[in-house]
């Protein structure tokens, strides 16, 4: 962006500063610390020129919103044109609770519904099972059948609203139960909107949620992308997760360097099956943290787009735009949030917040201020939400499109960040001979993502105790007063009231019906069919969540067993 003379000027005016300027201010006061750098260990200089941005190619490298390769953003007038989806997370006890949250949501201008589910239901088992006692609705909103489903939508028309389900193992019955949620409102299925998280790379990654092995896993998950794009065009049927690797606790880089990679595996997965790149590739979506630094996860986002889009071109022969077009959520960094003085957490949050719309975000989710404590508190919620909508409406952060970009610290970090990530994701397609999708499954089964993560969150942890990353309220400026707020509980009543619904539901179904769509869902499997389909029929016969799991348990085994974790 400029030429070698000028480039040579400010460098020979820059080594005048020094020496001139800095080095008496550095002679007499010093700095703060002798070495800056982000929370992810990435070391930021003083001072950025042009010079280190010189091998920036404007129109290759940055260009133009909405044009490739979409550093600046996906869409050429991005939020002047509408904001992003304002999506908060809910979901707790009932399903009545949670359809009475959600209506709370709604009716406070959520402009996207975000489902939490309770841990029975993300592993695939029913709340009537041992394994599910004093866990039912605790995290999250148990869903056992079609039934569960029906009331938490209750008195809303999912033709108009976009809802995101945040599960995986199990996301395809939770998918099929929305399927044919649709089919009795009447929605054609073509009409609804929405996006299934369904990432099983980042279970065994990172979350260690799981039911059946990495291989059968990857293939329910291809079987969700293929009956996506015949019948619910509009439903993003994969939202690729590098949320969940960030809490586990690794670096900024390594986030977005697994998460492309998981990306890239799922796209080479669906290749295989016979689709075609652009057919698919418009509705993969990604779901990415953000942390406090905030320059580094600006830069993560814009760089993401970039590999994104670069990659899908050259490696994968994506043609339309829309498959080399990066659309990402964004959640703040949950790990970030303290249990000491936690209403600090709404200054971290929206930080952390801004950075996401600074960084070219599709839809946002913050987290309040009270989640380190419990189930966030409706009060709690509400600060969440206006959070956001003072972003969005007086901050005047939404009325610039990509307002860092030609900054030179925030070009050089979009560089550095793409340079690591990109080392990163090569040694991980090494790792498989050329294939994306076999070096994260060798990777997945040698313990090499575990490893990288553990490494990063144990040097972090480490640079926190010896108080060289400060944590407010936690190793500096603590105090010793209570200041925990009121925090949600989650009734007792509530698994009694789940069981209750079961039995009934139970007790009411045609059990032929349900032992035969069960059988129609052994014999997919047995014959190597798209199983979709089939349970579809199945949650429509009002079999559980948990028979219809134990269905691909029994045929695939429990990975569990597999790996001696039994």
């Given at each position: 962006m400029y030429d070698d003379d000028e480039l040579e000027a400010i460098q020979s005016a820059g080594e005048d500063w020094e020496s001139e300027t800095l080095e008496p201010v550095l002679d007499r006061f010093g700095e703060r610390k002798d070495r800056f750098a982000t929370i992810s260990n990435l070391e930021v200089d003083r001072l950025y020129t042009p010079n280190d941005v010189a091998d920036i190619d404007f129109l290759e490298d940055l260009g133009f919103p909405g044009e490739e390769p979409y550093t600046r953003g996906p869409y050429p007038t991005m939020y002047r044109g509408r904001t992003w989806t304002m999506r908060q997370f809910a979901g707790f006890g009932t399903v009545e609770e949670t359809n009475e949250r959600f209506h709370y949501l709604i009716g406070e201008g959520q402009t996207g519904l975000s489902t939490a589910f309770d841990m029975p239901t993300l592993m695939g088992l029913d709340s009537d099972d041992p394994m599910s006692d004093g866990e039912v609705g605790k995290e999250g909103v148990a869903v056992?059948?079609?039934?569960?489903?029906?009331?938490?939508?209750?008195?809303?028309?999912?033709?108009?609203?976009?809802?995101?389900?945040?599960?995986?193992?199990?996301?395809?019955?939770?998918?099929?139960?929305?399927?044919?949620?649709?089919?009795?409102?009447?929605?054609?299925?073509?009409?609804?909107?929405?996006?299934?998280?369904?990432?099983?790379?980042?279970?065994?990654?990172?979350?260690?949620?799981?039911?059946?092995?990495?291989?059968?896993?990857?293939?329910?998950?291809?079987?969700?992308v293929e009956f996506s794009t015949e019948e619910t065009p509009k439903f993003h049927p994969i939202s690729v997760s590098g949320y969940h690797i960030r809490e586990a606790g690794s670096t900024a880089i390594q986030e977005l360097a697994f998460t492309l990679a998981d990306g890239f595996g799922y796209v080479e997965d669906a290749v295989e099956r016979g689709l075609e790149v652009d057919e698919f590739a418009p509705r993969l979506s990604f779901f990415f943290n953000c942390h406090n630094s905030f320059f580094e996860e600006i830069a993560k986002f814009r760089a993401a787009r970039r590999i994104y889009a670069r990659v899908m071109d050259e490696w994968y022969d994506a043609e339309h735009a829309e498959s080399k077009r990066l659309k990402f959520h964004t959640q703040t960094a949950g790990q970030s949030l303290t249990a000491q003085q936690p209403i600090n957490n709404v200054a971290r949050v929206t930080i952390q917040a801004l950075a996401g719309v600074l960084g070219g975000t599709q839809s946002l989710h913050t987290n309040s201020f009270d989640e380190a404590l419990a189930l966030p508190s409706e009060k709690a919620v509400r600060v969440a939400l206006r959070t956001q909508q003072i972003i969005a409406e007086e901050s005047g952060a939404a009325d610039i499109v990509d307002p860092l970009g030609g900054s030179f610290a925030v070009e050089s970090l979009t560089n550095e960040i793409e340079q690591e990530a990109m080392a990163y994701i090569e040694e991980i397609r090494e790792m498989g001979d050329g294939s994306v999708?076999?070096?994260?499954?060798?990777?997945?089964?040698?313990?090499?993502?575990?490893?990288?993560?553990?490494?990063?969150?144990?040097?972090?942890?480490?640079?926190?105790?010896?108080?060289?990353?400060?944590v407010v309220g936690v190793n500096k400026f603590t105090i010793d007063e209570d200041t925990s707020p009121d925090v949600l509980h989650v009734g007792e009543t509530a698994q009694e009231t789940q069981l209750e619904r079961l039995e009934r539901t139970k007790?009411?179904?045609?059990?032929?019906?349900?032992?035969?769509?069960?059988?129609?869902?052994?014999?997919?499997?047995?014959?190597?069919?798209?199983?979709?389909?089939?349970?579809?029929?199945a949650v429509k016969a009002y079999a559980t969540m948990g028979e219809i799991m134990q269905v691909f348990e029994d045929h695939y085994g429990a990975y569990t067993e597999q790996i001696g974790l039994a």
């Open positions: 056992d059948t079609l039934r569960d489903m029906e009331v938490l939508f209750d008195g809303i028309d999912i033709g108009d609203v976009s809802t995101s389900f945040t599960i995986n193992p199990s996301a395809p019955v939770i998918y099929a139960m929305y399927v044919a949620l649709a089919d009795q409102q009447d929605v054609p299925r073509e009409q609804i909107r929405g996006t299934l998280q369904n990432d099983m790379f980042k279970e065994f990654i990172a979350q260690k949620e799981w039911v059946i092995p990495p291989e059968p896993a990857l293939k329910l998950v291809t079987d969700v999708r076999d070096g994260i499954l060798n990777g997945i089964d040698d313990g090499y993502f575990l490893r990288e993560i553990q490494e990063a969150s144990y040097e972090y942890q480490e640079r926190v105790e010896r108080g060289e990353e400060i007790a009411e179904r045609d059990e032929e019906a349900v032992t035969a769509a069960l059988e129609s869902v052994q014999s997919a499997i047995e014959n190597d069919e798209n199983t979709i389909p089939a349970i579809v029929e």
